[in-house]
């Protein structure tokens, strides 16, 4: 009831997932070294303060300050844990949001251009950066940062955006095909 909703449930019954991945880890780094610097700053303090009654609550204070950090550093891991990227034959969206569940999502036919970006941490660590530009507009997935494997990904959405329709069509024929020889149930 509470947890947010799986990215497959926006599917509809005629779309075929092509790809289904979650932000690299990386994305959480600077959330990391962050949250760690700050409990270091905040034991060193600690430490440092005289053991006198007056510095008691300087010391509380240092500590709920860590717990918040804590607490602050684990909503954002939980964020990064929820947040799905998700591409099907027909669109790509991104669903988010621990509190609040958003769904951003573009037709893939409403794609023009695609770019992917690497820098050098990005190929030491594997990730990449999607660029997807549409008709001359601004769309909310025009830029996909922290994306595991983006060489797989890009070259997903130009198979489905600028390949042969008609040779998509006859796979995702035989995938069905296939579903039926194994029993498994076929969507329509």
Request: hydrophobic share 50%; no cysteine.
């Amino acid at each position: 009831m509470f947890a947010p909703r799986d990215p497959d449930e926006y599917l509809l019954p005629t779309e075929r997932r092509v790809i289904r991945v979650r932000r690299h880890w990386s994305s959480l780094l600077w959330d990391l070294l962050e949250a760690g610097a700050l409990l270091a700053g905040a034991m060193m303090i600690s430490y440092l303060l005289p053991d006198s009654a007056g510095i008691m609550i300087i010391q509380n204070i240092l500590w709920y300050a860590s717990l918040f950090v804590l607490l602050r550093l684990a909503y954002f891991v939980m964020e990064w844990w929820v947040e799905r990227i998700v591409v099907t034959d027909k669109r790509f969206m991104i669903s988010s949001g621990v509190f609040e569940t958003k769904v951003a999502m573009m037709p893939i036919s409403k794609v023009t251009d695609l770019t992917y970006e690497r820098s050098v941490l990005g190929r030491m660590f594997g990730f990449g950066t999607l660029v997807v530009e549409s008709a001359g507009q601004i769309q909310a997935l025009n830029r996909i940062e922290y994306l595991p494997n983006p060489e797989e990904v890009y070259d997903a959405i130009s198979e489905l955006t600028f390949g042969d329709k008609k040779a998509q069509a006859e796979r995702f024929s035989m995938i069905k095909a296939q579903r039926a020889a194994r029993g498994k149930k076929m969507v329509p």
